[in-house]
């Protein structure tokens, strides 16, 4: 990491003001990619999401694998021409299939990508604000690769230090629970209506 960007420093005459004249600013940095890094439970979180893309890819793999074998078929000499139209409309249907196939693969991917990330951004938010809070930080500035670019300096240790800390307490709160996202409820079930009147007679 070596990069402080001009919007940093700008974030950091602004928010000047708002702390003693003699008081310097007080800020720190959250890199999402060190927390990926030394804590036991994010780590769970990308390993979740490597099996499920892994499951997916494999299931693709074995879906080409079979088009292959009929695109070999259908080039087979002993093959009758009625047998070989019959066979090529099947590779042309599969073809089709094979391409929805990975569409929605893609999609599931996607879907549970933000399932998880989204429990694992709830379960850290509160974490980060917590330190910032005990450490009376005015900003945290998050630091991710996609951003590298407009950091110009940064001390590396100093940078890792917070990030370090949040994933300390990130896997002593959540210790020996499960990484995968929890369930919706299930609504519960309408009360029973109450018996009628019962007639006489």
Same mark, same amino acid.
């Given at each position: 990491m070596r990069?402080?960007?001009?919007?940093?420093?700008?974030?950091?005459v602004v928010a000047a003001p708002l702390a003693a004249q003699d008081a310097a600013p007080r800020f720190a940095i959250f890199a999402p990619d060190q927390l990926f890094k030394n804590s036991a439970r994010a780590k769970k979180v990308i390993e979740q999401l490597d099996g499920i893309g892994k499951n997916l890819q494999s299931k693709i793999e074995a879906k080409q694998?079979?088009? $292959? /074998?009929? !695109?070999?078929?259908?080039?087979?000499?002993?093959?009758?021409?009625?047998?070989r139209a019959k066979l090529q409309?099947?590779?042309?249907?599969?073809?089709l299939a094979f391409k929805?196939?990975?569409?929605?693969?893609?999609?599931e991917f996607n879907k549970e990508s933000e399932k998880i990330y989204g429990q694992f951004q709830t379960e850290v938010g509160p974490i980060v604000e917590d330190v910032a809070r005990e450490r009376k930080l005015q900003v945290v500035f998050q630091y991710t690769r996609q951003n590298a670019g407009m950091f110009?300096?940064?001390? $590396? /240790?100093? !940078?890792?230090?917070f990030t370090d800390e949040v994933a300390k307490r990130y896997d002593a709160k959540f210790e020996g629970q499960s990484a995968a996202p929890k369930a919706a409820p299930r609504p519960a079930a309408p009360a029973p209506k109450p018996a009628g009147p019962k007639k006489n007679g």
């Open positions: 990069h402080i960007s001009a919007l940093a420093t700008l974030a950091i694998k079979d088009l $292959e /074998k009929m !695109a070999e078929q259908v080039k087979s000499p002993g093959l009758s021409e009625e047998g409309r099947e590779l042309q249907d599969g073809d929805r196939m990975q569409e929605d693969s893609q999609k110009a300096y940064t001390d $590396e /240790k100093w !940078a890792v230090e």
